[in-house]
């Protein structure tokens, strides 16, 4: 069974352009979250979706960034514009439906931004 | 405000010894713990979890410990083993919230 899979692994922009960051989970699973990982620290929650809502984003810099779910399956995070803080690994994980036990969350391998 | 603390950047153990993993945490509405490790270039992957109910969970060589009073957990790995190298990240959670809080990590290096 394929893992979740997100793409690119890696991207380097300059300061002020947009970049986009996509990730498919595990088949099956309806609840989708985008974790931010800057260097030396853990996984931050951005956003968490079920299904195409969103229902959880406090955590998200909405000025900047946006993301969306549009069928239920993959989604993409943008940021436009980036700024040098932005710079991290962007983390994508899965899990089941209703499931309240977290440790079920399946992460992809990330996407690490480099903003210039 | 870090809720989840790993005080240890990292930790080195000799292969077949002990490794033994810190975390502290401030809120005391977790109620669910979880341990994760990620080897570079990959995304964490679950290792072991612990319910605030039981103070105590083993899987193989993987313990985790729970001193509630003491808002402290700990990870002990019994014995250590070269695939063991990794950072471990400590989460918490509020049962039903599915949000986890994550500590900033320990880079565990297992010697030969």
């Known amino acids: 069974e394929a893992g979740v899979v997100q793409s690119p692994r890696y991207k380097i922009i300059e300061k002020k352009q947009p970049v986009a960051f996509w990730c498919n989970p595990i088949?099956?699973?309806?609840?989708l979250y985008w974790y931010r990982q800057n260097l030396g620290q853990g996984p931050e929650l951005l956003i968490r979706y079920e299904n195409e809502e969103a229902v959880d984003d406090s955590q998200l810099p909405k000025d900047r960034f946006s993301a969306e779910r549009l069928k239920g399956v993959d989604s993409t995070l943008k940021i436009q514009p980036a700024e040098l803080g932005d710079s991290a690994v962007y983390l994508c994980?899965?899990?089941?439906?209703?499931?309240?036990?977290?440790?079920?969350?399946?992460f992809g391998p990330g996407t690490r931004l480099t903003v210039l | 405000d870090q809720q989840v603390k790993q005080n240890s950047p990292s930790l080195s153990v000799q292969e077949g010894r002990i490794s033994i993993l810190n975390c502290d945490y401030t809120?005391?509405?977790?109620?669910?713990f979880l341990w994760y490790k990620k080897y570079p270039a990959e995304g964490p992957t679950f290792l072991i979890s612990i319910s605030s109910i039981k103070d105590k969970n083993e899987d193989g060589r993987f313990t985790v410990f729970l001193n509630k009073s003491a808002k402290h957990l700990s990870l002990h790995i019994v014995p250590s083993q070269p695939g063991d190298s990794a950072v471990y990240f400590c989460a918490a959670q509020i049962q039903g919230a599915q949000k986890l809080v994550f500590g900033q990590g320990t880079r565990l290096t297992i010697n030969p």
């Open positions: 994980a899965s899990s089941s439906s209703g499931t309240s036990v977290s440790h079920e969350q399946f």
């Open positions: 809120n005391s509405m977790f109620d669910y």
């Open positions: 088949s099956g699973h309806n609840t």
